[in-house]
């Protein structure tokens, strides 16, 4: 399912520069990770495309008054850090696991899903001791705490789907049986506490009116619901079919699945009455229709459908059956192909995907809602080489955002590595904006928006650093 990601962060200084290939546009070099002891981030003057960094920022992070993500190096291992943009403002919050393993390694807690919930920040972590678990932050090496071991003991409850509802932590977390539970935390142990246990996994955790529904995957799959206590968690009543994937998004609750003999992508306003099929499966059998993203363009919604057949095709509707119409299809492959269509952003009324044709590898796309309108941006990587990463995709990390009427994103020519590009919609307008790294020696592993202006998270066979494309005078 689609993510989408907002921030906001104070200005940042000029730090040095590189040279450019986009004219017009330059990045700023922050600094990077240089050594154990030491919390603040070492500042080592402009970075030359030669030199061999020994830090590595992971593209995984949360924006909430700066941001808070995992960083490592060879000397440090990876942990959590936090920056406002600046040298001085960038420092590792906790040493979570000092703990080396028995081959003298550590690979440190590696803390990931960075959820915010009235001004504290949770995130799962790995202490060495109890296995990956829920952890919370204040900024502060004293305030960063374990929450609760939820599966006692090294086992990990890997907690995921980290939601903020009603002023609480919603999340699913795994039992001894490895089924995955709804759990719920005020920030405390005490009030830390299981909400719905079924005979298989809790999936989806969609905030919606007043209550979060999710999946409850026992089969058959149904949809449930919570206010956030044990007696208000009780099974959906208007839809009492199977489910495989919600979202919500203009007041309406969607949803692919079957009810009965109607399998196919759903709207519900959370009455019976209000829930509607609007694009049904196709006539012959089996078929199911899996919603994989969706995207919002003005009053249109475009979603995209994984198909028995192994197609994805790109969908838009106006919310009713006879406003739902199919834009185009892309053929699948076997294997079928990962992450066909993503759909990034829109911008002046242009919806921007990512596709696999079968003539080229998964590159940039647009579409006007037509399907003569919907064509190939750029073929970044020439022929059947993928311009953009399956594995960025899959990931959901911050690989694009949108900035002055442009889309910035991270790609790859096959000559330059994974770095950073921007494209106004025009094959002439997508460029390579900044090669930071020399090929083969790794590229950017995130791109976060910061008050206009963004930061770039690089990472190299053996280090990275940090980048910030200044705003717009």
């Known amino acids: 399912?689609?993510?989408?990601?907002?921030?906001?962060?104070?200005?940042?200084?000029?730090?040095?520069?590189?040279?450019?290939?986009?004219?017009?546009?330059?990045?700023?070099?922050?600094?990077?990770?240089?050594?154990?002891?030491?919390?603040?981030?070492?500042?080592?003057?402009?970075?030359?495309?030669?030199?061999?960094?020994?830090?590595?920022?992971?593209?995984?992070?949360?924006?909430?008054?700066?941001?808070?993500?995992?960083?490592?190096?060879?000397?440090?291992?990876?942990?959590?850090?936090?920056?406002?943009?600046?040298?001085?403002?960038?420092?590792?919050?906790?040493?979570?696991?000092?703990?080396?393993?028995?081959?003298?390694?550590?690979?440190?807690?590696?803390?990931?899903?960075?959820?915010?919930?009235?001004?504290?920040?949770?995130?799962?972590?790995?202490?060495?001791?109890?296995?990956?678990?829920?952890?919370?932050?204040?900024?502060?090496?004293?305030?960063?705490?374990?929450?609760?071991?939820?599966?006692?003991?090294?086992?990990?409850?890997?907690?995921?789907?980290?939601?903020?509802?009603?002023?609480?932590?919603?999340?699913?977390?795994?039992?001894?049986?490895?089924?995955?539970?709804?759990?719920?935390?005020?920030?405390?142990?005490?009030?830390?506490?299981?909400?719905y246990s079924g005979s298989s996994h809790v999936s989806y955790l969609i905030p919606f009116q007043s209550s979060l529904f999710f999946v409850s995957q026992a089969p058959p799959s149904r949809l449930w619901k919570t206010d956030g206590t044990s007696a208000g968690t009780v099974a959906a009543d208007f839809y009492t079919g199977s489910i495989d994937a919600l979202f919500s998004t203009g007041g309406s609750l969607y949803f692919s699945g079957t009810l009965g003999t109607q399998s196919g992508f759903w709207k519900s306003d959370g009455t019976l009455s209000g829930t509607i099929l609007l694009i049904p499966g196709r006539s012959y059998s089996p078929f199911w229709m899996y919603l994989e993203f969706f995207q919002e363009v003005g009053p249109t919604l475009y979603v995209t459908l994984m198909t028995t057949d192994s197609n994805r095709e790109l969908w838009k509707t106006d919310g009713t059956p006879e406003g739902s119409s199919l834009v185009k299809v892309f053929a699948g492959t076997t294997p079928p192909m990962a992450a066909t269509l993503f759909l990034i952003t829109s911008i002046n009324g242009v919806l921007y995907f990512t596709a696999h044709d079968g003539a080229h590898g998964t590159e940039l796309w647009r579409t006007d809602g037509s399907e003569a309108g919907t064509r190939l941006v750029k073929d970044i990587y020439p022929g059947e080489g993928s311009g953009i990463s399956s594995i960025l995709v899959e990931s959901q990390t911050n690989w694009h955002l949108t900035l002055n009427g442009f889309l910035w994103f991270m790609a790859n020519d096959g000559i330059h590595g994974e770095e950073l590009w921007r494209t106004d919609g025009t094959e002439g307008g997508t460029e390579l904006v900044q090669d930071i790294h020399d090929p083969g020696k790794g590229g950017l592993t995130g791109l976060i928006n910061l008050n206009g202006s963004f930061l770039a998270i690089s990472s190299l066979a053996g280090g990275g650093s940090l980048w910030r494309l200044p705003p717009s005078p």
């Open 1 to 195: 399912m689609p993510r989408t990601r907002r921030a906001h962060a104070p200005a940042i200084i000029l730090l040095g520069t590189l040279a450019l290939t986009s004219p017009g546009c330059s990045l700023e070099y922050i600094g990077r990770v240089t050594q154990p002891g030491p919390t603040r981030l070492s500042v080592s003057g402009p970075l030359a495309k030669t030199a061999q960094l020994d830090g590595s920022l992971i593209g995984n992070g949360l924006v909430s008054g700066g941001i808070y993500y995992s960083s490592g190096s060879d000397e440090m291992n990876t942990e959590l850090w936090r920056s406002d943009g600046t040298a001085s403002g960038t420092y590792r919050i906790k040493d979570i696991n000092p703990l080396t393993n028995q081959l003298g390694f550590n690979a440190g807690s590696t803390p990931t899903s960075f959820t915010e919930v009235d001004g504290t920040i949770f995130f799962t972590a790995d202490d060495g001791l109890r296995g990956r678990e829920l952890w919370k932050t204040d900024g502060t090496e004293a305030g960063t705490l374990l929450v609760k071991d939820l599966l006692p003991g090294a086992d990990s409850s890997s907690p995921l789907w980290l939601t903020s509802f009603n002023g609480l932590l919603l999340f699913t977390a795994y039992n001894a049986s490895s089924k995955r539970e709804l759990w719920k935390s005020d920030g405390t142990e005490a009030g830390t506490e299981k909400l």
